[in-house]
């Protein structure tokens, strides 16, 4: 079965910290990637693209390693605003129209 | 820019009852739609999605379904409710299969 796994945390940490998740996808054809943030009992937002390149956006960074096959999602100088669950998706073109797998989701929790 | 509606935001239904949920999106035209349900502690499991107006893929068997009677409106329905039907229920959209998915404020079902 094509999974996506993601340790799910939580990862508590206190404010101006540096934090990294990993999350690793069993599908080797799998073309894009994304994460996701969700907050509590809401809908998951879309943080950043992933490309194959990595490519930052302020405080985040976001590698793909096709050859392991792991993403990563890393976040400088942590806010209490960054609590939330990350979710990694992984796009998958083994099905009839490319569909999103989304991990469980990585719990973070800053502290002040 | 686009939007993306659903209602009600949260319903409580008896176990055998009949279930309608909608889904509207704003500012595009002929998106790709997509039902999604998210039970207490796991991860996003993808139940319909739709490339045009009445075309509708189901990935998982189950007694819900799903139409799409207009171009951007996704309706989910059962005929009768089940316990295992609890969960929170996410319309997304997106321009087509290979692009990032942007979800609604979801809808919270309590089947008692």
């Known amino acids: 079965r094509k999974e996506v796994e993601q340790d799910p945390g939580p990862f508590n940490v206190p404010e101006g910290a540096t934090v990294a998740f990993n999350c690793t996808y069993s599908n080797s054809a799998s073309q894009s990637f994304f994460w996701y943030r969700q907050d509590c009992r809401k809908e998951p937002k879309l943080l950043m693209s992933v490309y194959s390149s990595g490519n930052e956006d302020g405080r985040f960074t976001a590698q793909l390693n096709r050859a392991s096959q792991y993403i990563s999602l890393l976040i400088r100088d942590s806010k209490l605003s960054d609590s939330a669950t990350y979710l990694c998706v992984v796009k998958d073109y083994g099905g009839s129209q490319g569909n999103l797998i989304f991990g469980k989701g990585t719990k973070l929790s800053v502290k002040p | 820019s686009q939007t993306i509606h659903q209602w009600p935001a949260t319903l409580v239904q008896p176990v055998g009852s009949p279930l309608s949920l909608e889904c509207t999106v704003e500012?595009?035209?002929?998106?790709?739609l997509y039902w999604y349900r998210q039970a207490a502690g796991r991860g996003l499991q993808l139940l319909f999605y739709s490339v045009g107006i009445g075309q509708i893929s189901s990935e998982v068997p189950q007694n819900l379904s799903a139409s799409r009677p207009q171009d951007r409106q996704f309706i989910l329905s059962s005929k009768k409710l089940l316990l295992s039907d609890s969960g929170f229920y996410l319309c997304?959209?997106?321009?087509?299969?290979?692009?990032?998915?942007?979800f609604g404020p979801g809808t919270r079902l309590t089947v008692l």
């Open positions: 997304a959209w997106s321009e087509d299969s290979y692009n990032e998915q942007f």
């Open positions: 500012g595009t035209s002929n998106p790709n």
